[in-house]
């Protein structure tokens, strides 16, 4: 089944906001990620951090009611909820590499079978540069990778990435329009397949080995 961009990035922010817990705290990463703050389970409470200084950020706001100095680390517009604090860039790294941060959930160009990310460069194109994201992958108790599972057909979960690395070791979870695939020790266990995919589509668009889950499930979104 071809999705559109609307809907794939639903599926992914959508699954990836189950793995919120109560009380977390949580940096989302630029672009696709940020999609995970507008699906936050009802009575819970979790604290997304943004790097550029902001515990509280809440919701995307709604067109038209946008603040033009009130955005994340990406320059995106978001919405702050009540009792959201600012903070210099000191403090706000202070909190990632204290180990403050329970989660965060980033995009990624390749992501390969020993938990290694690149999501920052390639080479010969023009980049803004790392970001925080080397602080957050290292600093984060807990590391999600949310992308589409190919970009343009290309796929992008290899037995070893080929572009220059952000991290080394450090993702738990890969989440995307077609899986969830963690991240182990023996390699990448398949858990979950995407709504509009089978496990056959998964191995096909995915060069890394997979190991299958006895019980691999379908997506409950």
């Known amino acids: 089944m071809i999705m559109d961009k609307k809907l794939i990035r639903e599926i992914i922010a959508k699954r990836v906001a189950q793995e919120l817990n109560d009380g977390d705290v949580v ?26 200084g902001l515990l509280g950020v809440g919701p995307a706001p709604k067109e038209g009611e946008e603040i033009k100095d009130l955005v994340n680390a990406g320059g995106m517009p978001i ?12 403090m706000s790294f202070s909190v990632i590499r204290g180990g403050h941060v329970d989660m965060t959930v980033l995009g990624a160009l390749q992501v390969d079978e020993k938990g290694n ?56 979870l890969i989440i995307t329009e077609m899986a969830v695939i963690e991240v182990t020790s023996n390699g990448l266990l398949l858990k979950e397949i995407g709504p ?3 496990v056959e589509d998964v ?19």
């Open 27 to 52: 940096n989302l990463g630029i672009g696709l990620p940020t999609a995970v703050a507008n699906y936050v389970p009802e009575n819970m409470d979790v604290i997304f951090q943004s790097e550029n």
């Open 79 to 90: 919405t702050t909820l009540d009792g959201a604090v600012f903070f210099d860039s000191a």
């Open 196 to 198: 509009h995919n089978t």
């Open 117 to 172: 990310l690149a999501n920052w460069i390639i080479p010969g194109k023009m980049v803004p540069g790392m970001g925080g994201a080397m602080d957050l992958v290292v600093g984060a108790k807990k590391v999600i990778v949310s992308m589409e599972h190919t970009a343009k057909g290309k796929p992008k979960i290899f037995p070893l990435c080929t572009l220059p690395l952000t991290a080394a070791n450090q993702v738990n």
């Open 203 to 221: 191995i096909a668009n995915t060069p890394a080995k997979l190991i299958l889950a006895d019980n691999i499930k379908v997506m409950e979104l």
